[in-house]
């Protein structure tokens, strides 16, 4: 007679590999996140700045077809470009540093915060997940709507100046603003991420995380302007988050630099990137399966 | 650096206990060579040296013992401050490769109060790796396992006590851990719950995975399996059966409190029975102290008394019934 083991067998079917653990923690989180209507919203309003400016850049067509009346198809192409290029585009900018800031702090806050109030950590970290997988994952999910309220807006409104052009003289003269879009979106989307993401990782209260991260959004731009103010010296708007970020922004786009943003674009770049991964880094200090005294 | 006070060195009487430390058995499932853990100035766990064998354990101690540490040493959620923790063959401390292997039950609440609990059970197969269709697979099955089919759409937030446990045992078997860690998997839990908790435990056991679970009271211990592990103030105090921590019990005066109507007739009736030691009538002359070597005779015998008699009992307590009491015993 055959006697057959009756002890535990392990499942012996294919697991995912690790290298894209945190991409369950991101779909999971992005996924939950867009169940709340209010974020729905808030993603929605964040193209109306495109919408806006779409009309303007129509209005700049009109303009368009009677200078290519006037002068012919090439000189209007040149006058396109330079009406709708980087100074342009750059309008965008302010408005989607704005909503990425708000979509931060509804979306954001609470990305560590609540794991830590809940006492999630626990089950993260008793999964085959390290605290990279948990900081990319997280990283992930935020990244994901900044992105939506930035590179969305940009790439449309270049469409839109595209397609509204009678003829292809625009986008030969303009082909670089995508890429330099797509760069600026990134920028602020990663900066963004990363600093909510490490106030978040400070609190376990996540409505007093995002008046954290809002109240260093502003203040960090008012003692900026008031430095700049009373000095009239610019090198002092790198104490703001936005001011950084624009002035970025102003190097990437190639867009005309204003009076207070009259220094290196390589300081700011500078602030950006210890912010960054400074945040980051704090986060993987902060997380921790239990929080125990050392 | 200050510490806990240390119990003196253990002193038992049934020759399965084990007076020295058994020596480590450095293929069992869980090794802990000289674990340490402190917390600041305050010990955790103080030179831990043991071996977990296969099957079900339980691991027993007072509230503030040192269980809970002790598991979290166990499954990599804190590190050792000096020694080594190896399950299942591999170092624990940063190696998450091994929770593939491992599930725990937290003790406190641990999750995502917004998830439904069939959406919590199946995020957690997802981030143990599995598809999926898979996880969707995988949870369902557990969440039948321990009762919870019905309520699977109802959100977290909204489980009782005993619903929450339950959610937690599933996602700790959620991916078949040849390891289950169970922290006071009990807690909470109504008489019908417990019961299938602990018939899931013997399950686990029978199935052939290695389980591990904490408790502070003796007889639920005792329900799950019949090997236990003692820690008290942060020592393993004993490792061995649960009977002989009863026949240590047994062989201590075990102090009862009864509360009735005739105190004085109960009293001299209990007197006339050789395991009863001493009786003493409170001030109140409402209540009976008394103190016998055979306990689980005289519970069995009061209420035939009490038929006998016509003695109307109100209340029956004893204060030697949790776990600080067995201790004191066992380490005088």
Redesign the interface.
């Given at each position: 007679m055959a006697l057959y083991d009756q002890g535990y067998r392990h499942w012996d079917g294919a697991l995912s590999g690790h290298a894209t653990r945190w991409l369950t923690i991101t779909q999971h989180g992005v996924r939950q996140a867009l169940r709340n209507k209010w974020l729905v919203g808030l993603l929605l309003l964040s193209q109306l700045p495109m919408i806006g400016l779409s009309f303007v850049a129509y209005g700049m067509l009109q303009a368009g077809d009677r200078i290519a009346q006037m002068e012919g198809a090439d000189a209007a192409a040149v006058r396109m470009a330079e009406g709708l290029g980087a100074d342009f585009f750059m309008k965008l900018v302010p408005m989607e540093i704005f909503w990425v800031v708000v979509i931060c702090a509804f979306a954001g806050a609470g990305l560590v915060a609540r794991d830590r109030e809940s006492r999630a950590l626990e089950i993260y970290f008793s999964r085959p997940l390290t605290r990279l997988d948990y900081l990319i994952g997280k990283f992930g999910i935020i990244f994901t709507f900044s992105m939506f309220a930035t590179i969305v807006p940009s790439l449309l409104l270049y469409a839109v100046a595209v397609i509204c052009q009678p003829t292809m003289g625009y986008l030969k003269q303009t082909w670089t603003m995508p890429f330099a879009l797509a760069a600026v979106s990134i920028v602020i989307s990663t900066s963004a991420s990363a600093v909510v993401l490490a106030f978040s990782s400070l609190g376990s209260r996540y409505r007093l995380v995002a008046v954290g991260w809002i109240g260093f959004y502003f203040v960090s731009i008012g003692f900026a302007q008031m430095l700049f103010g009373l000095t009239k010296q610019p090198e002092f708007t790198i104490v703001g988050f936005m001011n950084n970020l624009e002035r970025v922004a102003i190097a990437l786009l190639g867009a005309t630099v204003r009076r207070e943003y009259d220094y290196s674009w390589m300081w700011s770049a500078l602030v950006l990137a210890v912010l960054t991964f400074g945040g980051l880094l704090l986060v993987l200090r902060r997380v921790r399966a239990v929080e125990a005294v050392k | 650096m200050t510490t806990n006070p240390q119990p003196e060195p253990v002193t038992m009487k049934p020759a399965t206990m084990k007076k020295t430390p058994a020596p480590v058995d450095p293929s069992a499932p869980v090794v802990l060579n000289h674990v340490s853990r402190w917390?600041?100035e305050?010990i955790g766990v103080n030179d831990i040296d043991v071996s977990i064998p296969g099957g079900v354990t339980g691991l027993l101690g007072p509230n503030g013992a040192g269980k809970t540490t002790l598991i979290?040493l166990m499954?990599?959620?804190?590190r050792p401050s000096k020694g080594e923790v190896r399950v299942l063959g591999e170092s624990v401390w940063n190696n998450?490769?091994?929770?593939?292997?491992?599930?725990?039950c937290?003790d406190?609440?641990?999750?995502?109060?917004?998830?439904t609990g069939y959406e919590f059970v199946r995020?957690?197969a997802?981030?143990?790796?599995?598809?999926a269709g898979?996880a969707s697979t995988r949870a369902l099955a557990q969440l039948d396992r321990v009762k919870l089919t019905h309520a699977k759409d109802r959100k977290v937030g909204g489980y009782s006590k005993g619903m929450r446990q339950r959610v937690k045992l599933a996602?700790a078997m959620v991916?078949?851990p040849?390891l289950v860690v169970l922290d006071e998997p009990l807690t909470g839990l109504d008489p019908v719950g417990r019961r299938e908790v602990i018939e899931l435990v013997r399950e686990l056991g029978e199935?052939?995975?290695h389980v591990v679970v904490s408790s502070h009271i003796l007889h639920e211990v005792e329900a799950m399996t019949p090997r236990i592990l003692l820690i008290h103030r942060g020592r393993i105090v004993a490792a061995g059966e649960v009977h002989d921590i009863r026949a240590m019990i047994d062989e201590h005066p075990h102090r009862i409190e009864i509360e009735c109507d005739d105190v004085r007739a109960l009293a001299r009736r209990l007197l006339e029975f050789d395991d009863v030691i001493r009786v003493a009538i409170e001030d109140d002359a409402k209540r009976l102290r008394v103190e016998t070597v055979r306990p689980d005779d005289f519970y069995s015998r009061v209420p035939e008394l009490a038929i006998e008699t016509g003695i109307g009992i109100e209340r029956m307590t004893s204060s030697d019934d949790n776990l600080e009491a067995v201790f004191h015993y066992l380490v005088k």
């Open positions: - | 917390y600041g305050v979290r499954t990599g959620q804190i998450p490769g091994i929770y593939r292997r491992i599930g725990l937290p406190l609440d641990s999750f995502w109060e917004t998830m995020y957690t997802r981030l143990a790796g599995y598809s898979d996602q991916h078949d040849e199935q052939g995975r």
